[in-house]
């Protein structure tokens, strides 16, 4: 099953409307959320009051708060609360392995990690969040123009065998979500995720896999290939290779998963065979930071 923009928008949304709004919320961002906008608990120009705290040397005269001061023998300054639109980003691998499907009847995993990252964008957005992909080359934004522009991303082919996480677009004190099969080299993910924890960044790591891929149910002679091309192995016992892959696979979940815990982050693991609601709420869940 492939994906259009026409087709995937419908879908995604189909698949977000059984969902509460998502309110992605940030551990470095502090409490309170009103329309999409989240205080940080910092001073700053916003139009929540956050705290009083006594007048210093060198502030001007228009910061301080006459009627709190007049009851008081010190000068206080009324401090506003920063805020701003919590900003989430993806970074979607879309290379040519995560075309694989071992049915046609299932999903390829490029159509269900796309699915899945702009159901998550329909919800964030409907909550008034600013949503983005770190390869569009345009900043976060809000809007339904701003879907659009994902989905008709999300839809786009590319050429190259594997992916590796992008860092362009990461504005500092954001969220992200990178969705891949993280099958590859976990180096590129490491150094992705120690520039995110540098920028204070927090956020989650969505692998998704094809059933065959959990379970490798190959036997006898089987000719392995990658879906572009570039790489293919052939053995007469596939059998034998069960143990020593399930060995592997299980070594890289926890690599990933110890990865993410080192830099606050959450992983999970979903299979395109299983339900893509169940996991669009485990992804809401995580954003909101609840375990």
């Known amino acids: 099953m492939s994906s259009t923009p026409i087709t995937l928008r419908p879908r995604a949304e189909g698949l977000a409307a059984p969902l509460p709004p998502l309110l992605a919320e940030a551990s470095q961002l502090a409490r309170g959320v009103a329309l999409g906008e989240h205080g940080r608990r910092r001073p700053g120009v916003g139009d929540a009051f956050w705290q009083y705290r006594a007048a210093q040397p060198g502030d001007p005269a228009r910061l301080i708060d006459w009627r709190r001061s007049a009851r008081s023998d010190t000068h206080f300054v009324a ?58 080359g345009l900043r976060p934004m809000r809007g339904e123009m701003q879907l659009g ?99 592997r696979l299980a070594r890289r979940k926890e690599q990933l998963a110890a990865m993410a815990e080192l830099t606050g982050w959450r992983y999970h693991t979903h299979h395109t065979g299983d339900s893509a609601a169940s996991a669009l709420l485990w992804l809401h869940t995580a954003l909101e930071g609840r375990r």
């Open 79 to 136: 401090e506003k609360e920063w805020q701003a639109a919590q900003s989430v980003v993806f970074w979607v691998n879309r290379a040519q392995s995560m075309q694989f499907s071992s049915d046609r009847n299932l999903p390829t995993k490029a159509d269900r990690a796309a699915l899945l990252s702009l159901a998550a964008c329909v919800l964030l957005v409907s909550a008034g969040e600013r949503v983005g992909l770190t390869d569009m």
């Open 149 to 247: 522009r994902i989905a008709d991303h999300l839809t786009a082919a590319r050429g190259e065998d594997y992916g590796v996480p992008d860092t362009n677009i990461l504005p500092r004190y954001s969220r992200a979500v990178f969705v891949s099969d993280f099958l590859t080299d976990p180096a590129p993910v490491e150094a992705a995720l120690a520039t995110a924890a540098d920028r204070g960044v927090k956020g989650v790591l969505l692998q998704v896999l094809d059933p065959a891929e959990e379970a490798f149910p190959y036997d006898g002679r089987t000719v392995f290939h990658s879906v572009g091309g570039t790489v293919e192995y052939e053995t007469r016992k596939a059998g034998e290779l069960r143990e020593r892959y399930l060995a």
